[in-house]
């Protein structure tokens, strides 16, 4: 019989995840609007991409939790 150890996540570790995931996934997403249209790295990057927003979204619940905040609502803003 195998026996199952207890996982104990230390205070903070989610957050500091988080906050790494973060800083790759500007990087990540830097080097998507460089790379080839639907080339292996493009292609690589998004699948980068979605595991971060999935990450996101079990711990955070919003799977858009990195998402750019501001250009969605500069479109939504009434004109001057």
């Known amino acids: 019989m195998v026996r199952r150890m207890k996982r104990h996540m230390p205070p ?3 957050e500091d995840f988080l906050d790494e995931a973060g800083k ?3 990087a990540a997403t830097e ?3 460089r790379a080839p ?3 292996p790295l493009y ?3 998004e699948g980068i991409l979605g595991a971060i927003d999935s990450v996101a979204e079990i711990v955070k619940g919003d799977r858009r939790h990195f998402h750019e905040k501001g250009i969605a609502s500069a479109w939504n803003r009434p004109p001057d």
């Open 24 to 26: 790759l996934r500007h």
């Open 12 to 14: 903070g570790a989610v």
């Open 37 to 39: 249209v639907r080339g």
């Open 43 to 45: 292609l690589s990057l």
């Open 31 to 33: 080097l998507l609007a």
